[in-house]
């Protein structure tokens, strides 16, 4: 499986990125796809996860509200909008793709990550 994150980048307080994830190798559908993130010295931690159809989604209480989860199947990528972001949201994000929707990090399938950095 190999997937490709983008969109990471330095803004300010209060701004907004859109991370990208694309995936080559498998039927992307089939995959619930998840962002988590990681911060110096702390462990990796949940964001967001949609199922295959869109239909359901879950965020972190920490992100709900501020970030999007969306994916366009036919493109084979899967999106963070992130909104308001916050010093505290300064991490290197990854993608994962999983058979199963959940909000553990029991993901088969990681992207390399990509840094957003907020400044206060």
């Known amino acids: 499986e190999h997937m490709v994150e983008s969109g990471g980048g330095f803004v300010q307080a209060g701004g907004s990125l859109r991370l990208s994830c694309t995936v080559s190798g498998r039927p992307f559908n089939f995959y619930a796809m998840a962002w988590f993130r990681q911060a110096p010295g702390k462990e990796r931690e949940f964001a967001a996860t949609i199922n295959g159809d869109s239909s359901t989604t879950y965020y972190a209480d920490s992100v709900k509200g501020r970030f999007t989860i969306s994916r366009d199947n036919a493109k084979n990528t899967v999106y963070l909008q992130m909104n308001s972001l916050k010093p505290e949201d300064t991490a290197v994000y990854f993608c994962?793709?999983?058979?199963?929707?959940?909000?553990?990090?029991?993901?088969?399938?990681w992207g390399q990550g990509t840094q957003v950095t907020v400044s206060s």
């Open positions: 994962a793709a999983g058979p199963y929707l959940v909000v553990t990090p029991d993901y088969n399938y």
